[in-house]
Protein backbone atom coordinates (compact mmCIF):
# COMPACT_ATOMS: atom_id res chain seq x y z
CA UNK A 1 0.00 0.00 0.00
CA UNK A 2 3.04 2.35 0.39
CA UNK A 3 3.74 1.62 -2.92
CA UNK A 4 0.27 2.48 -4.67
CA UNK A 5 0.26 5.11 -2.27
CA UNK A 6 3.47 6.66 -3.51
CA UNK A 7 2.09 6.40 -6.80
CA UNK A 8 -1.11 8.29 -5.90
CA UNK A 9 1.38 11.04 -4.71
CA UNK A 10 3.45 11.30 -7.73
CA UNK A 11 0.30 11.35 -10.05
CA UNK A 12 -1.44 14.30 -7.94
CA UNK A 13 2.60 16.06 -8.15
CA UNK A 14 2.55 15.98 -11.43
CA UNK A 15 -1.21 16.98 -12.42
CA UNK A 16 -1.14 20.32 -9.77
CA UNK A 17 1.82 21.20 -11.86
CA UNK A 18 -0.57 21.67 -14.96
CA UNK A 19 -3.35 23.65 -12.92
CA UNK A 20 -3.76 26.73 -15.10
CA UNK A 21 -6.38 29.18 -16.13
CA UNK A 22 -7.29 28.00 -19.92
CA UNK A 23 -6.55 24.13 -18.94
CA UNK A 24 -9.62 22.17 -18.91
CA UNK A 25 -10.07 19.13 -16.29
CA UNK A 26 -9.92 16.74 -19.40
CA UNK A 27 -6.37 17.84 -19.81
CA UNK A 28 -5.89 17.36 -16.18
CA UNK A 29 -7.84 13.24 -16.61
CA UNK A 30 -5.64 12.65 -19.65
CA UNK A 31 -2.20 13.35 -18.22
CA UNK A 32 -2.84 11.37 -14.66
CA UNK A 33 -4.00 8.32 -16.94
CA UNK A 34 -1.27 8.51 -18.74
CA UNK A 35 1.13 8.93 -15.48
CA UNK A 36 -0.90 5.64 -13.87
CA UNK A 37 0.40 3.74 -16.95
CA UNK A 38 3.75 4.88 -16.65
CA UNK A 39 4.48 4.19 -13.04
CA UNK A 40 3.50 0.38 -13.96
CA UNK A 41 -0.60 0.80 -11.65
CA UNK A 42 -3.75 1.07 -12.56
CA UNK A 43 -6.46 3.55 -11.71
CA UNK A 44 -9.04 2.50 -9.43
CA UNK A 45 -11.81 4.80 -10.49
CA UNK A 46 -12.67 4.34 -13.77
CA UNK A 47 -15.29 1.67 -13.99
CA UNK A 48 -15.82 1.77 -10.26
CA UNK A 49 -19.72 1.62 -10.54
CA UNK A 50 -19.36 2.57 -14.00
CA UNK A 51 -17.72 6.22 -12.80
CA UNK A 52 -15.72 7.10 -16.35
CA UNK A 53 -12.64 8.63 -15.45
CA UNK A 54 -9.21 8.39 -13.59
CA UNK A 55 -9.70 11.62 -11.62
CA UNK A 56 -12.47 13.09 -10.11
CA UNK A 57 -12.11 16.89 -10.93
CA UNK A 58 -14.38 19.19 -8.66
CA UNK A 59 -14.32 22.98 -9.44
CA UNK A 60 -15.79 25.65 -6.60
CA UNK A 61 -18.86 24.57 -5.49
CA UNK A 62 -18.65 20.96 -6.33
CA UNK A 63 -17.70 19.13 -3.43
CA UNK A 64 -16.61 15.32 -4.69
CA UNK A 65 -16.98 13.12 -7.73
CA UNK A 66 -16.89 16.02 -10.60
CA UNK A 67 -16.38 14.04 -13.50
CA UNK A 68 -13.46 15.75 -16.09
CA UNK A 69 -14.55 17.72 -19.21
CA UNK A 70 -13.23 19.22 -21.99
CA UNK A 71 -16.11 21.87 -21.09
CA UNK A 72 -14.75 22.62 -18.03
CA UNK A 73 -11.88 25.52 -18.27
CA UNK A 74 -10.18 26.77 -15.61
CA UNK A 75 -9.93 30.16 -14.39
CA UNK A 76 -7.86 32.51 -12.13
CA UNK A 77 -9.63 32.48 -8.72
CA UNK A 78 -11.26 29.38 -9.18
CA UNK A 79 -10.25 25.84 -6.92
CA UNK A 80 -10.38 22.66 -8.20
CA UNK A 81 -9.94 19.19 -6.13
CA UNK A 82 -8.29 16.45 -7.83
CA UNK A 83 -8.76 12.96 -6.62
CA UNK A 84 -7.22 10.40 -7.56
CA UNK A 85 -6.64 6.45 -6.90
CA UNK A 86 -4.86 3.30 -8.22
CA UNK A 87 -4.40 -0.44 -7.14
CA UNK A 88 -1.11 -1.86 -7.91
CA UNK A 89 -0.63 -5.49 -7.26
CA UNK A 90 -4.12 -5.88 -5.57
CA UNK A 91 -3.43 -2.84 -3.25
CA UNK A 92 -5.08 0.41 -3.34
CA UNK A 93 -4.01 3.89 -2.29
CA UNK A 94 -6.44 7.25 -2.74
CA UNK A 95 -5.75 10.23 -1.64
CA UNK A 96 -6.68 14.09 -3.01
CA UNK A 97 -5.65 17.81 -2.99
CA UNK A 98 -7.67 20.91 -3.76
CA UNK A 99 -4.94 23.36 -5.73
CA UNK A 100 -5.80 27.01 -6.25
CA UNK A 101 -5.86 28.28 -9.67
CA UNK A 102 -3.45 31.20 -9.76
CA UNK A 103 -4.42 33.53 -6.75
CA UNK A 104 -7.92 33.13 -4.65
CA UNK A 105 -9.37 35.20 -2.30
CA UNK A 106 -7.84 35.51 0.97
CA UNK A 107 -11.18 33.38 2.19
CA UNK A 108 -10.93 30.59 0.29
CA UNK A 109 -7.12 30.28 0.33
CA UNK A 110 -8.19 30.17 4.66
CA UNK A 111 -11.00 27.57 3.51
CA UNK A 112 -8.02 25.48 1.57
CA UNK A 113 -5.95 25.79 4.48
CA UNK A 114 -8.05 24.47 7.47
CA UNK A 115 -9.68 21.60 5.63
CA UNK A 116 -6.20 20.79 5.12
CA UNK A 117 -4.88 21.26 8.70
CA UNK A 118 -8.33 19.54 9.59
CA UNK A 119 -6.90 16.21 7.86
CA UNK A 120 -3.65 16.68 10.01
CA UNK A 121 -5.96 16.59 12.94
CA UNK A 122 -7.60 13.42 11.81
CA UNK A 123 -4.50 11.90 10.94
CA UNK A 124 -2.98 12.53 14.17
CA UNK A 125 -5.99 10.67 16.17
CA UNK A 126 -5.66 7.61 13.86
CA UNK A 127 -4.18 5.69 16.68
CA UNK A 128 -4.38 2.33 18.26
CA UNK A 129 -7.30 2.36 20.84
CA UNK A 130 -8.74 5.34 19.67
CA UNK A 131 -11.92 5.33 17.45
CA UNK A 132 -13.89 6.68 13.94
CA UNK A 133 -15.29 8.96 16.29
CA UNK A 134 -11.98 10.57 17.72
CA UNK A 135 -10.68 11.05 14.14
CA UNK A 136 -14.25 12.65 13.37
CA UNK A 137 -14.39 15.09 16.07
CA UNK A 138 -10.65 16.25 15.44
CA UNK A 139 -11.74 17.26 11.96
CA UNK A 140 -15.15 18.69 13.12
CA UNK A 141 -13.87 20.75 15.75
CA UNK A 142 -11.24 22.27 13.58
CA UNK A 143 -13.42 23.30 10.98
CA UNK A 144 -16.01 24.37 13.08
CA UNK A 145 -14.04 26.80 15.10
CA UNK A 146 -13.21 28.43 12.11
CA UNK A 147 -16.74 28.89 10.94
CA UNK A 148 -16.62 26.33 7.85
CA UNK A 149 -18.73 22.81 7.99
CA UNK A 150 -18.39 19.47 7.54
CA UNK A 151 -19.83 17.42 4.49
CA UNK A 152 -22.25 14.78 6.66
CA UNK A 153 -23.35 12.57 3.21
CA UNK A 154 -19.76 11.54 2.33
CA UNK A 155 -17.45 9.85 4.18
CA UNK A 156 -13.93 8.27 4.22
CA UNK A 157 -13.19 4.95 4.49
CA UNK A 158 -11.38 1.70 5.25
CA UNK A 159 -9.21 0.52 1.95
CA UNK A 160 -7.10 -2.17 1.39
CA UNK A 161 -7.60 -5.14 -0.87
CA UNK A 162 -10.71 -3.09 -2.48
CA UNK A 163 -11.10 1.02 -2.91
CA UNK A 164 -14.18 1.12 -0.16
CA UNK A 165 -13.66 -1.05 2.94
CA UNK A 166 -15.14 -0.89 6.92
CA UNK A 167 -15.17 1.55 8.29
CA UNK A 168 -16.95 4.54 7.10
CA UNK A 169 -14.74 7.10 8.65
CA UNK A 170 -16.82 10.44 9.03
CA UNK A 171 -15.50 13.80 9.08
CA UNK A 172 -17.52 14.44 12.30
CA UNK A 173 -18.24 12.71 15.39
CA UNK A 174 -17.85 12.13 19.16
CA UNK A 175 -14.77 11.38 20.63
CA UNK A 176 -14.77 7.58 22.19
CA UNK A 177 -17.69 6.86 19.67
CA UNK A 178 -17.89 4.25 16.90
CA UNK A 179 -15.34 1.44 15.88
CA UNK A 180 -11.79 0.81 17.39
CA UNK A 181 -9.28 1.99 15.70
CA UNK A 182 -6.51 -1.56 15.36
CA UNK A 183 -2.93 -2.05 14.42
CA UNK A 184 -2.57 -2.68 10.50
CA UNK A 185 -5.95 -0.65 9.71
CA UNK A 186 -5.65 1.43 6.68
CA UNK A 187 -8.32 4.54 6.69
CA UNK A 188 -8.67 6.74 3.73
CA UNK A 189 -9.59 10.50 5.62
CA UNK A 190 -10.90 13.05 3.45
CA UNK A 191 -12.53 15.77 4.91
CA UNK A 192 -15.26 18.31 2.39
CA UNK A 193 -15.33 21.32 4.00
CA UNK A 194 -18.01 23.65 3.17
CA UNK A 195 -17.18 27.59 3.31
CA UNK A 196 -20.87 28.11 3.77
CA UNK A 197 -23.82 25.59 5.13
CA UNK A 198 -23.43 21.66 5.09
CA UNK A 199 -26.06 21.09 2.93
CA UNK A 200 -25.41 18.97 -0.38
CA UNK A 201 -27.21 18.24 -3.56
CA UNK A 202 -26.09 15.92 -6.46
CA UNK A 203 -26.15 17.05 -10.16
CA UNK A 204 -28.24 15.40 -12.86
CA UNK A 205 -24.87 13.72 -14.17
CA UNK A 206 -26.05 11.40 -10.45
CA UNK A 207 -22.34 11.57 -9.94
CA UNK A 208 -21.35 15.81 -9.29
CA UNK A 209 -22.00 16.48 -5.31
CA UNK A 210 -22.30 20.27 -5.35
CA UNK A 211 -23.02 22.34 -1.92
CA UNK A 212 -26.81 23.10 -1.59
CA UNK A 213 -25.78 27.18 -1.03
CA UNK A 214 -23.27 27.45 -3.95
CA UNK A 215 -20.62 28.49 -1.62
CA UNK A 216 -17.03 26.79 -2.22
CA UNK A 217 -15.90 23.69 -0.57
CA UNK A 218 -12.26 22.15 -0.61
CA UNK A 219 -11.30 18.50 -0.27
CA UNK A 220 -8.00 16.87 0.98
CA UNK A 221 -7.18 13.39 1.06
CA UNK A 222 -4.59 10.50 2.67
CA UNK A 223 -4.61 7.30 3.23
CA UNK A 224 -3.12 6.36 7.08
CA UNK A 225 -2.05 3.20 8.32
CA UNK A 226 -2.72 2.75 12.36
CA UNK A 227 0.60 1.28 13.29
CA UNK A 228 2.39 1.09 16.54
CA UNK A 229 4.51 3.55 16.53
CA UNK A 230 1.25 5.69 15.45
CA UNK A 231 -0.11 6.83 12.38
CA UNK A 232 2.04 6.29 9.31
CA UNK A 233 1.00 8.50 5.79
CA UNK A 234 0.93 6.19 3.15
CA UNK A 235 0.52 8.80 0.03
CA UNK A 236 3.04 11.18 1.08
CO1 LIG B 1 -11.45 8.09 -0.83
Redesign the pocket.
Given at each position: MRQSGRIVRQVLDHVRGLVAPGVNTMDLERAAEKKIEELGAKPAFKGYYDYPCVLCTSINQEIVHGIPSEKRVLKAGDIVSI?C?VVLDGYYG?A?ITVPVVEVAPEVQKLLAVTEASLYRGIEAARMGNTVGDVGAAVQELVEANGFSVVREFV??G?GTK??EEPQVPNFGTRGHGARLREGMVL?I?PMVNFGKPGTKLLSDKWTAVTEDGSYSAHF?HCVAVTKNGPLILTE
Open positions: DGDAGHILHAEE
